[in-house]
């Protein structure tokens, strides 16, 4: 499993990919737009980029990052329902890692929308996922309470409260993925009659 790669960048494509050539191996590494732009030119200096080494069935391909924390979070978005790495890398290439665990943490759905491919559903869906995959700042959190200690959103606690009543994850995402509004007691009521009703 290739975790890093540290070599001379050979090419450097519009196409959202690079060749890196480390001990005479010419690697091609799939990588958003900004990292193709932070990597610069091709030439004899070397740099270094982490690396997820994704593979499939039959295929493998290596996704490259300057940095770590970027690894992280397409690492974090490949373990949301329904994720792949191409949906992965376009929401890195919106969203930077604090600015995902931004979104994250104040439920934006909106935000989310932004990222080519993603709608709506999609977007509560990685919400909910991202809740406890991604390393969210606290002070990213709005303070809604007027004492300072802040709140967690309403379908955070409803989440947490069905995974507390012994409901699996996929139960919790299936009953969580259109329910709106901001008053917890209600949106658990309304979630504990679907699952009733499946």
């Known amino acids: 499993m290739i975790g890093s790669l540290r070599g001379r960048l050979l090419e450097c494509g519009q196409d959202g990919h690079v060749l890196l050539e480390v001990g005479g191996v010419g690697y091609r590494i799939t990588v958003t737009p900004t990292t193709a732009y932070r990597l610069g030119e091709a030439s004899a200096d070397e740099v270094f980029v982490h690396v997820h080494h994704h593979i499939r069935e039959a295929d493998q391909a290596l996704y490259g990052f300057i940095e770590r924390s970027e690894r992280a979070c397409f690492e974090a978005l490949l373990s949301a329902h329904g994720v792949g790495p191409s949906l992965a890398l376009a929401v ?12 994250v943490a104040i439920d934006d759905v909106a935000a989310l929308c932004l990222v080519p491919g993603v ?3 999609t977007a509560v869906r990685l919400l909910i996922d991202l809740k406890g995959t991604l390393d969210l700042p606290i002070d990213a959190v709005p303070d809604v309470s007027g004492a300072g200690g802040g709140v967690r959103s309403a379908l955070a606690e409803v989440q947490g409260a069905l995974g507390g009543l012994g409901y699996s994850p996929d139960e919790v995402r299936s009953v969580l993925v259109d329910l709106a509004g901001d008053d917890p007691a209600d949106l658990l009521r309304e979630a504990l009659r679907r699952l009733a009703r499946t």
Do not use: M, S
Not at 92 to 103: N, Y
């Open 92 to 103: 890195l290439g919106v969203h930077d890692p604090d600015d995902l665990a931004r979104v």
């Open 119 to 121: 709608g709506k559903k």
